[in-house]
T-cell receptor
Framework: DSGVTQTPKHLITATGQRVTLRCSPR?????VYWYQQSLDQGLQFLIQ???????AKGNILERFSAQQFPDLHSELNLSSLELGDSALYFC?????????????FGSGTRLTVV | SQKIEQNSEALNIQEGKTATLTCNYT??????LQWYRQDPGRGPVFLLL???NEKEKRKERLKVTFDTTLKQSLFHITASQPADSATYLC???????????WGAGTKLIIKP
C-alpha cells in the first residue's frame, strides 16, 4: 500500500457519460497530480493541485476538470466521454510542489469507455 | 522543447548480471532527475532521485549516475534478479511549473 488511495479501481461506462475519479493523497502530502496513461503509452500529465489550489496544467482536455478539497483529497471529473478516453488514470502525491521529492502514486483507476 | 529519450526496445539481461538503462535529455539542464519502476497495470514506484551537483547515488543494488555535460543518466541494477523485471521510467524537472517531464520507459527483462 503506497498510502495514496484511488477509487474506483475499475470503471466501465458508455460514450457521452460523465465519471468522477477520487484520490486521497498520502498523509502529509500537499500536492496532488493527475496523470493519464493509455495502453503502452507514457505518462501524460493532466493537472496538479497544491494545498487546495490549482498549481499547474498539462494536456488536460476541456471536457476534464479537477479540484482539491480542504481535506486535500482530489477528484477528477471526465465528461462527454469518448472511446479514446479509455486509459489508466493515476493520482500521485508529494510533500511539496516542485521541491524535488519523489512522487507516490496510487494504484490507478482503469477506465473503459464502450 | 525539452525531450527525454529512453531505449524503446526491451532490454534482456541474464540473471546475476548488471543491467544498465540509459536516459538522455536535450534542451534543458534539470536540477534533478528521478527514476521509477512500473509493473504492468500498476502505478510507478519512486526509486531514486539524483541532483545536478551529485555524480552518483546508490541504494542497495541500485546505482544512478548523472552526467550534466553529456546530459545523460545511467541506472544500474547489480546482481539482477527476475523480480527486477519491469519498466523503468526516468523523469526530470521541467523548466516550467516545476513539473516532471517523463520518459517513455525501458522494459527490462531478467532471464533466469
Amino acid at each position: 500500500d503506497s498510502g495514496v488511495t484511488q477509487t474506483p479501481k475499475h470503471l466501465i461506462t458508455a460514450t457521452g457519460q460523465r465519471v468522477t475519479l477520487r484520490c486521497s493523497p498520502r498523509s502529509g502530502d500537499l500536492s496532488v497530480y493527475w496523470y493519464q496513461q493509455s495502453l503502452d503509452q507514457g505518462l501524460q500529465f493532466l493537472i496538479q493541485y497544491y494545498n487546495g489550489e490549482e498549481r499547474a496544467k498539462g494536456n488536460i482536455l476541456e471536457r476534464f476538470s479537477a479540484q482539491q478539497f480542504p481535506d486535500l483529497h482530489s477528484e477528477l471529473n471526465l465528461s462527454s466521454l469518448e472511446l479514446g478516453d479509455s486509459a489508466l488514470y493515476f493520482c500521485a502525491s508529494s510533500v511539496g510542489a516542485g521541491d524535488g521529492y519523489g512522487y507516490t502514486f496510487g494504484s490507478g483507476t482503469r477506465l473503459t469507455v464502450v | 522543447s525539452q525531450k527525454i529519450e529512453q531505449n524503446s526496445e526491451a532490454l534482456n539481461i541474464q540473471e546475476g548480471k548488471t543491467a544498465t538503462l540509459t536516459c538522455n535529455y536535450t534542451n534543458y539542464s534539470p536540477a534533478y532527475l528521478q527514476w521509477y519502476r512500473q509493473d504492468p497495470g500498476r502505478g510507478p514506484v519512486f526509486l531514486l532521485l539524483i541532483r545536478e551537483n551529485e555524480k552518483e547515488k546508490r541504494k542497495e543494488r541500485l546505482k544512478v549516475t548523472f552526467d550534466t555535460t553529456l546530459k545523460q543518466s545511467l541506472f544500474h541494477i547489480t546482481a539482477s534478479q527476475p523480480a527486477d523485471s519491469a519498466t523503468y521510467l526516468c523523469a526530470l524537472e521541467g523548466d516550467s511549473n516545476y513539473q516532471l517531464i517523463w520518459g517513455a520507459g525501458t522494459k527490462l527483462i531478467i532471464k533466469p
